[in-house]
């Protein structure tokens, strides 16, 4: 009986183990010197981990190794940041952002991936041109396809310093990385980094560690410009961090990508490696697809516009919020892909600019958009706001790669202040003048 117990718990425990397991992270540095400290960095390190909801558990702090050739090893312990109730994933890590994409949340298949954060400083020993922080721990999650799995349970993150000739602040993903996607829909995947220093950036698939220098085998199948079954292939943009590709495949991999800095030396006349950030993330494919109604395109009852984007009297731009995220370089820039007409006698008004407001995802997507008429709307009128195909064809597209094809919003203009004048398209065939004749007031 005894004995029977003891599994039982030891299988509790691995299967909190393994509701907890990392599924990826990042290092990334940033100069937070001062003339007396100029060697001063505050380390970050966010680890991914799947869970179960419901599920706690996280370590309080990590601990970082700094090493270089020019100085000996040092190990700096990290602290962990809580995140605020509304940010809590529910096992004590940040809840993801995007962490779906346009899968159907019931389905069962669905990994559950939050993000821990974790920072401190410190003050380096002063220049060097290869110092590496990195993180080693266990467990790596094991559920994956593109990767063999022998020796994967250790995971080994790391980046990379060169402050020989200024200091050097890492790049910053812009967004999470997405984790849950659809089987057979075409993603975009945004890795693009803000760099405080303004160097120039390269993208590129990467291998995950084990140690500092071991690298994983590819699974058959599967090699680093095929990281994931993919229909017409994998393409990751080395310039601009957005990968494009369409799941061909149900399975679980792992996506590592690397981006390095480099700046430019004027007096050298070249370029040089002064960072390295790494990647490492779970992409989780699944067989179901929502399909959402998508008519109507806007929000169809005028209490739901922002408010903030009224149609104002002497206005030219019309700024709505959309039921749905669409893609932002679909939008015909000439406004061709709406149609705004006068509802009394359904004559059009010119539109002459369209764009997108607010967009998210590294600028991919928005849910908001701005329409600019050829003139001012000078008179309280009631006006039709549609969507249609633009004059080069350009269809107005969700992130999911569903196209609209209804939608209207009916606006309002109701402030313009009463003045002598004729709508040109409102002449009346004759004239009446009072009194007559006129002296000074007509």
């Not at 601990?63 to 940041?81: A, E, F, M, Q, W």
């Not at 910053?172 to 075409?186: A, G, I, Y």
């Not at 700024?319 to 509802?343: C, H, M, P, T, W």
């Not at 409102?426 to 002296?439: C, D, H, I, K």
Request: charged share 20%; with cysteine.
């Amino acid at each position: 009986m005894k004995k029977l117990l003891f599994i039982l718990l030891l299988m509790a425990c691995f299967g909190l183990a393994q509701a907890n397991s990392i599924a990826g992270g990042e290092i990334t540095y940033e100069h937070v010197g001062t003339v007396t400290q100029p060697y001063l960095y505050k380390i970050k390190l966010n680890l991914y981990r799947t869970y179960k909801p419901g599920v706690v558990k996280y370590d309080t702090t990590v601990s970082i190794d700094i090493n270089s050739t020019c100085y000996g090893p040092k190990t700096l312990v990290l602290k962990r940041i809580v995140p605020p109730p509304l940010e809590d994933a529910g096992d004590g890590g940040f809840a993801m952002e995007r962490a779906n994409n346009c899968i159907d949340t019931a389905d069962t298949n669905i990994v559950f991936i939050s993000e821990h954060r974790y920072e401190d400083t410190i003050t380096l020993g002063g220049k060097c041109a290869d110092f590496r922080f990195s993180y080693t721990s266990c467990c790596r999650d094991t559920s994956f396809t593109n990767f063999q799995r022998n020796l994967a349970d250790t995971i080994f993150l790391d980046a990379w310093l060169n402050n020989t000739r200024r200091p050097n602040n890492s790049v910053v993903f812009n967004d999470d990385p997405l984790v849950n996607v659809c089987l057979s829909k075409p993603v975009r995947m945004s890795y693009q980094c803000t760099d405080a220093d303004g160097d120039s950036l390269v993208y590129d698939i990467w291998r995950p560690q084990t140690d500092q220098n071991t690298w994983m085998n590819w699974a058959a199948g599967y090699t680093i410009h095929n990281p994931v079954q993919s229909l017409g292939g994998f393409n990751l943009n080395i310039r601009t961090g957005i990968a494009e590709f369409q799941p061909a495949i149900v399975e679980q991999d792992i996506l590592m990508i690397k981006v390095e800095e480099y700046t430019y030396d004027t007096f050298l006349q070249l370029y040089y490696q002064v960072g390295v950030v790494k990647r490492e993330a779970r992409l989780n494919i699944v067989s179901s697809c929502s399909n959402p109604t998508l008519s109507p395109l806007f929000h169809s009852d005028a209490a739901n516009i922002d408010t903030s984007a009224r149609f104002y009297c002497n206005d030219q731009i019309i700024e709505l919020k959309l039921n749905y995220e669409i893609q932002v370089d679909r939008i015909a820039k000439d406004g061709s892909n709406f149609r705004l007409v006068d509802v009394k006698n359904n004559s059009p008004i010119p539109i002459v600019e369209a764009g997108a407001l607010n967009p998210v995802y590294s600028g991919l997507y928005t849910k908001e958009v701005w329409i600019k008429t050829f003139l001012p709307i000078t008179r309280n009128d009631t006006f039709d706001l549609s969507i249609k195909p633009g004059l080069q064809g350009t269809k107005l597209i969700t992130s999911c790669e569903h196209e609209f094809t209804t939608g209207m919003v009916r606006l309002v203009v109701d402030d313009c202040q009463p003045v002598f004048s004729i709508h040109e398209n409102e002449l009346l065939q004759e004239v009446l003048a009072y009194p007559n004749p006129v002296g000074n007031v007509l």
